[in-house]
T-cell receptor, first 116, second 115 residues
Framework: DTEVTQTPKHLVMGMTNKKSLKCEQH?????MYWYKQKAKKPPELMFV???????INESVPSRFSPECPNSSLLNLHLHALQPEDSALYLC???????????????FGPGTRLTVL | GNSVTQMEGPVTLSEEAFLTINCTYT??????LFWYVQYPGEGLQLLLK?????DKGSNKGFEATYRKETTSFHLEKGSVQVSDSAVYFC??????????????FGSGTQLTVLP
C-alpha cells in the first residue's frame, strides 16, 4: 500500500481565516514533505520533516506553519494568507535510507486551496 | 546544481500512436531518476523509476532507460490510450547532502490523446 491521504480535498478561506491542512500515511515512512503547485507548473518544495523534525524550510513565509505531531501525521497551519497563495498543496512521504538519503516519494491527492 | 529539462508541450496524439517524451538532466554523480504522472484534478503518481545507469523502469506499458552517457531518461509507450491523457513530470533525486537530496522536477509535459 502506497497511499498518502490528504484532507480536505478543497478549501476556500478568507485572508483573515485560520485553517489547517492534514496529511496522513501508514507506510512507516519517516520523511514527510509539503509542496505547493501552481497551475501548469511542477511542484515546489516547501518543507521537509525527517524523523518528526523539521529538516528543510525553503524560505516559506511564516503565514505557513508546518507541524509533525507523530511519524504518520503532517499538518500545515494557514493564517493570514494572500490570494497568490491559492494553489494545490501536495503532501508526500518517503523512507529515509542510508546516510539519511530519502527514498522514492509518494504523493497524496492534494488540497485545492482558494484564498479570497 | 541539479536540473531537469523536458520536451516542450503540449503533445497531442491519436489513440494507439507511439509516445516519446524527452527528458535530460544535469547532476553530479549518479542521481535516481523518476517519471511522475498527474491526471486532471489529482496529485502526482509515481509512474516508474531507475536508480542506476542502464536500469530500465517500466509500468503500465511505459518504459524509460537511464542513459548515463547521454544524461537522458526518455519516456516511451508503444500505443497510447485516451486514458493516458495527463501531465508527465520527469524528476531526479541527487545524492549530495541537504536540498540536493530532494526532488528536482522538469517543467512537465501535457499529453492529450484523441480517440
Amino acid at each position: 500500500d502506497t497511499e498518502v491521504t490528504q484532507t480536505p480535498k478543497h478549501l476556500v478561506m478568507g485572508m483573515t481565516n485560520k485553517k489547517s491542512l492534514k496529511c496522513e500515511q501508514h507506510m512507516g515512512h519517516r520523511a514527510m514533505y509539503w509542496y505547493k503547485q501552481k497551475a501548469k507548473k511542477p511542484p515546489e518544495l516547501m518543507f521537509v520533516y525527517s524523523y518528526e523534525k523539521l529538516s528543510i524550510n525553503e524560505s516559506v513565509p511564516s503565514r505557513f506553519s508546518p507541524e509533525c505531531p507523530n511519524s504518520s501525521l503532517l499538518n500545515l497551519h494557514l493564517h493570514a494568507l494572500q490570494p497568490e497563495d491559492s494553489a494545490l498543496y501536495l503532501c508526500a512521504s518517503s523512507q529515509v535510507g542510508l546516510a539519511g538519503v530519502a527514498d522514492t516519494q509518494y504523493f497524496g491527492p492534494g488540497t485545492r486551496l482558494t484564498v479570497l | 546544481g541539479n536540473s531537469v529539462t523536458q520536451m516542450e508541450g503540449p503533445v497531442t496524439l491519436s489513440e494507439e500512436a507511439f509516445l516519446t517524451i524527452n527528458c535530460t538532466y544535469t547532476a553530479t554523480g549518479y542521481p535516481s531518476l523518476f517519471w511522475y504522472v498527474q491526471y486532471p484534478g489529482e496529485g502526482l503518481q509515481l509512474l516508474l523509476k531507475a536508480t542506476k545507469a542502464d536500469d530500465k523502469g517500466s509500468n503500465k506499458g511505459f518504459e524509460a532507460t537511464y542513459r548515463k552517457e547521454t544524461t537522458s531518461f526518455h519516456l516511451e509507450k508503444g500505443s497510447v490510450q485516451v486514458s493516458d491523457s495527463a501531465v508527465y513530470f520527469c524528476a531526479l533525486r541527487g545524492l549530495s547532502s541537504g536540498s540536493a537530496r530532494q526532488l528536482t522536477f522538469g517543467s512537465g509535459t501535457q499529453l492529450t490523446v484523441l480517440p
